[in-house]
Each structure stands twice: as structure tokens, then as C-alpha cells.
């Protein structure tokens, strides 16, 4: 039974991890910079992150309970900051009878979209205590602009 759900909760976090890269593309346009993005694998688990703004900052501040620094990697891409990385000591590994398991093990990522040209020298992170965050130098000053609205009109046929 508890493996079962253990594979239950795999293709869960399964389907967070490509609903996340679905949410990705849907940003960017179908299908654009799919080739040039690394992929995560499916095992991938997503962690827990608030963004918010400190000041003309933006913050990102993800919880990585359990990751040593030397496994977090942060990088910028086309205007998306990925934290990616792994987590290691799955006890089911070391031989373990586990009883219950609610942590995810092995490979994370978590994309965050940043302000058009943004740039990666204005980026800092720092990582202390389980929690990596990241400040992102006059981000939040560059606000989206407000959407337009468009009239639609009445068919003439």
C-alpha cells in the first residue's frame, strides 16, 4: 500500500513539474525556446517559494529543507530565474524501512518569471539555514504595464 502511494505522489509531483513547463511555454509563446530549455525529469519536485517586494527589489525566497548548498544551482535565462538542484539522503536508499514518507528526494526545480531584460548582474543569492533567497536588484520598480483592452465588435454578416 505505502508504495503505491509513493507512486501515487511520483506522478503527482509528475504532473506539477510538466505543469510547470506547460506554464512556461504558454508565457512564451507555443513551443518557444523549447529546444534551447533544459527539460526536468518527471521525478522532479517543485519547491515552496514566495516572491514578493522588498522596497524596488524583488525577492524570491525558496525552502530547500534538507539541500546542502554545494546542490543548489540559481540561473537566468531569457528573463526566468530557475533554482534548480537535489536533495539527497532518501532513506528508501540507505536501506530504510520508512513509515511514513513526505519528503521528496532527488532532483527540484522551480522557474520563476522575472521582468523583460532583466539582468543577471543585478542578481544576489544567498543561501542560510534551508532557504536560498534571491534579490533581484530594481525589479519590482518594473511593473507590467496595464493590459489594454480591446473592443470586440458586432459581426456585420
Do not use: C
Not at 13 to 27: C, I, K, N, P
Not at 42 to 63: H, I, K, M, T
Not at 70 to 86: A, C, F, H, Y
Not at 119 to 128: L, W
Request: glycine share 10%.
Amino acid at each position: 500500500m505505502e508504495e503505491r502511494q509513493a507512486n501515487l505522489f511520483g506522478r503527482l509531483q509528475g504532473l506539477a513539474s510538466e505543469w510547470d513547463r506547460m506554464r512556461y511555454v504558454g508565457t512564451r509563446g507555443y513551443g518557444a525556446g523549447m529546444e534551447e530549455r533544459p527539460w526536468a525529469p518527471p521525478s522532479a519536485w517543485v519547491p515552496n517559494a514566495d516572491v514578493f517586494a522588498r522596497g524596488e527589489d524583488l525577492v524570491v525566497r525558496v525552502q530547500l529543507a534538507g539541500v546542502g548548498r554545494e546542490d543548489v544551482e540559481v540561473t537566468l535565462r531569457d528573463d526566468v530565474l530557475t533554482i534548480s538542484g537535489e536533495r539527497r539522503g532518501d532513506p528508501r536508499e540507505e536501506g530504510h524501512e520508512p513509515y511514513v514518507t513526505e519528503l521528496f528526494y532527488g532532483q527540484f526545480r522551480r522557474d520563476v518569471n522575472l521582468p523583460p531584460g532583466t539582468d543577471g548582474s543585478r542578481i544576489e543569492a544567498v543561501f542560510n539555514n534551508g532557504m536560498v533567497e534571491i534579490t533581484v536588484k530594481g525589479a519590482a520598480a518594473a511593473r507590467a504595464r496595464e493590459p489594454q483592452r480591446i473592443e470586440v465588435k458586432e459581426s456585420s454578416d
